[in-house]
């Protein structure tokens, strides 16, 4: 997957780091100094949390031992800044670290869907983000750019169902989204939860994982019990859906079932005969009552 992320990085960057001098962007040959206060974030960055005690860690190393890797950055003519394409880790430990200016590549040609798939990837690859902020950074980049989910696996180096999959959990509930997101429950909790479509049994299997520690089989296993069950489940009718029916069978003269499953909105209208000579009176009467 390391050597999928990477040509999607070569591919995107078109090995133009630092050959390209564009009109307008301030010494773009090599890895150059610029000032901390020259530079902002990258605007599509899907990374949304930092943590500090990672970063103080980061910072501390800086110090010690240097920026062994240049950020890349593309020049903004319109704000004078430096805005940040991969590195935005390293540059907040810079400033932690009480440095100025920090080592940089320029970039001279990147669009903004460059910008955006790059952060994401970079992420990705340096496994930085939590399952939903990939998946919204994927959401991000399809409907910003309305690229298609194989579009993005090229990208990033992923299956088209291992884009979709991790877009579906998005679906879930914020609740569940946020103990993703916290490392409570995985993402392959996640999956499983997304086997149970109904929210309140979705909610308490997600209960459920937590108290009992349900590892993901576990998770999968109560899940195909849980429809099952569901499956079982004979909804009681309506009294309008029974009144129907009686009104019906006082009618036609037959007896008259609606079989319908959650939602009474959608289902089955069954009308019952014994013999021939009774199909076809009742199919006269329908006639009759249709003209």
Do not use: W
């Not at 150059?32 to 990672?54: A, G, H, M, V």
């Not at 149970?196 to 979705?202: C, D």
């Not at 019990?225 to 009618?251: G, H, R, V, W, Y």
């Amino acid at each position: 997957m390391r050597n999928a992320l990477g040509k999607g990085l070569d591919a995107l960057l078109n090995g133009e780091t630092n050959n390209n001098i564009q009109e307008g962007i301030p010494n773009s040959n090599g890895v150059q100094k610029i000032p901390l206060d020259k530079i902002i974030p990258n605007r599509f960055q899907p990374r949304k949390t930092f943590n500090e005690e990672s970063l103080k860690g980061l910072a501390e190393s800086i110090k010690q031992h240097g920026l062994t890797q240049p950020i890349i950055v593309v020049y903004d003519a319109g704000l004078d800044k430096y805005e940040i394409v991969v590195g935005e880790r390293r540059f907040r430990a810079s400033q932690l670290a009480g440095f100025s200016e920090i080592n940089a590549i320029i970039h001279s040609k990147l669009d903004d869907k460059q910008m955006c798939a790059l952060a994401l990837i970079e992420n990705i690859q340096r496994e930085d983000l939590n399952p939903i902020e990939t998946a919204l950074g994927y959401k991000n980049l399809i409907q910003k750019f309305e690229i298609s989910q194989t579009e993005l696996g090229d990208y990033c180096g992923k299956s088209k169902a291992a884009i979709s999959n991790s877009l579906r959990l998005l679906t879930l509930e914020d609740n569940i989204q946020q103990a993703i997101k916290t490392g409570e429950i995985s993402e392959g909790h996640g999956r499983a939860l997304l086997m149970v479509s109904e929210g309140q049994k979705r909610d308490l299997l997600f209960k459920k994982i937590i108290a009992s520690k349900l590892s993901v089989r576990q998770a999968e296993e109560a899940a195909k019990n849980s429809l099952e069950q569901i499956n079982k489940i004979k909804p009681q009718k309506t009294p309008d859906a029974i009144a129907f029916e009686n009104s019906l069978q006082e009618a036609l003269g037959t007896k008259v079932e609606l079989k319908y499953g959650v939602k009474p909105s959608k289902g089955k209208l069954i009308l019952h005969y014994n013999s021939f000579e009774e199909l076809e009176a009742l199919s006269q009467k329908l006639k009759n009552k249709i003209l």
